[in-house]
C-alpha cells in the first residue's frame, strides 16, 4: 500500500484484509510501501503477476501522477480497478478570527484582497495544493500558497492565525473546527459530513467543483476480470455489516464500495479534471 502504518489508509486496508481473508480463502497481508508520492508501492504493484494476488491500497494521486512524473517507470492509469472502498472528505478551513463565515464571503474577501490571504499546502502536487488551485480556478481569485513538509505542520499554524486558509482532510481538522480553535466553511466532496452535516459542500455553495478525494483497491495491469469482480463483490457485502461500518467510521474513513465499472470512470473523470489544472495552473515539482 502507499501509506505509512498508523495512517487512517492503512487502518482502513486491515480492516479490509481481516474481512476479505476468511471469504477468499487466503492469508492477506498488508504490505506498507510508502514513498515517492505512493510511486514505489504502485510501481511494485504495477510489475506483479496479474493473477490478483498482489493488489494496490492506492489514492486519487494515482489520476495525476503521469502529469506530475512524466518518467515513471509504469503507467499509473493501466491498473485494473476493483473499488474505491472510502471517500476522502477535505474540508475547507479558515483561521477563527478570519472575518468569513461561508464560502460566498471567503470568494469575496480574496477578490478584494488578491494574494493577500496565505493558504497552507503540504508541497507541490499534494492533494491540498491542487485543491487550493482547483478553487482559486473556479472561483477567479488568487491566493498565497505556503508550502509546508507536512500537512501536521500546516495545523499549528494555522490554529496559531500565522496562516489563513487550508485545504484539510477531515479526519485531521474535525476536533479544531469542533472545539472552536477553527472554522469550516465548506466540504470539497460530492456529499455532506455526516460529523458536520450543516456544513454545505462547495457545488452546494455555489461553487463548480463536484469531486472528492479517494482510497481505492486496484490489481496489476491485465487482471483478468472474473478476479477483479470476485474480489469486488465480496468487498460490496462489507456495506450490510453494521460492525464493519462502525469500526470504519471510527478510524475516519467514509465507507463507499462501488466496483471496478463505475472505478474506472471515477478515474477517468478525475484523471481530466487534474491533468488540465495541473497544465494550466503550469504546476510542476521543480
Same mark, same amino acid.
Given at each position: ?23 477468499? %480463502?487466503? =492469508?492477506? #497481508? @498488508?504490505?506498507? &510501501? ?10 511494485? /504493484? +504495477? ?39 472510502? %471517500?476522502? =472528505?477535505? #474540508? @475547507?478551513?479558515? &483561521? ?10 471567503? /470568494? +469575496? ?60 482532510? +477531515? ?116
Amino acid at each position: 500500500m502507499q501509506f505509512p502504518p498508523g495512517t487512517t489508509p492503512d487502518t482502513l486496508a486491515r480492516i479490509v484484509a481481516e474481512y476479505l481473508q476468511p471469504r477468499l %480463502g487466503q =492469508p492477506v #497481508v @498488508v504490505d506498507n &510501501r510508502p514513498g515517492a508520492a505512493g510511486n514505489i508501492a504502485a510501481d511494485f /504493484v +504495477a510489475k506483479s503477476v496479474p493473477d490478483g494476488y498482489t493488489l494496490l491500497l492506492g489514492q486519487s494521486g494515482l489520476t495525476w501522477a503521469s502529469a506530475l512524473f512524466p518518467k515513471l517507470p509504469f503507467d499509473p492509469l493501466a491498473f485494473a480497478p476493483i473499488s474505491v472502498l472510502a %471517500g476522502v =472528505p477535505f #474540508v @475547507v478551513t479558515v &483561521r477563527k478570527d478570519l472575518p468569513v463565515k461561508s464560502v460566498q464571503e471567503l /470568494v +469575496a474577501y480574496a477578490r478584494n484582497n488578491p494574494g493577500v490571504l496565505a493558504c497552507g499546502t503540504s508541497g507541490n502536487g499534494s492533494p491540498q495544493h491542487l485543491l487550493a488551485e482547483l478553487f482559486m480556478n473556479k472561483t477567479g481569485t488568487k491566493m498565497n500558497l505556503v508550502p509546508y513538509k507536512g500537512t501536521n505542520l500546516i495545523m499549528p499554524d494555522l490554529i496559531a492565525g500565522r496562516i489563513d486558509v487550508m485545504f484539510s482532510a +477531515a479526519d485531521g481538522v474535525l476536533p479544531h473546527i469542533q472545539a472552536g480553535r477553527l472554522k469550516g466553511i465548506a466540504t470539497v466532496d460530492n456529499r455532506r459530513l455526516a460529523a458536520l452535516p450543516d456544513l454545505p459542500t462547495l457545488a452546494e455553495s455555489g461553487i463548480p467543483v463536484n469531486t472528492m478525494m479517494w482510497v481505492g483497491l486496484l490489481s496489476a495491469p491485465n487482471t483478468p476480470t472474473a478476479i477483479t469482480r470476485r474480489i469486488s463483490d465480496e468487498l460490496r457485502l462489507m456495506r450490510n455489516s453494521p460492525a464493519i461500518l462502525q469500526r470504519v467510521s471510527a478510524a475516519g474513513n467514509d465507507l463507499r464500495v462501488d466496483g471496478p465499472d463505475e472505478m474506472r470512470k471515477t478515474i477517468s473523470k478525475d484523471h481530466e479534471v487534474w491533468t488540465q489544472l495541473i497544465r494550466d495552473a503550469r504546476i510542476t515539482l521543480e
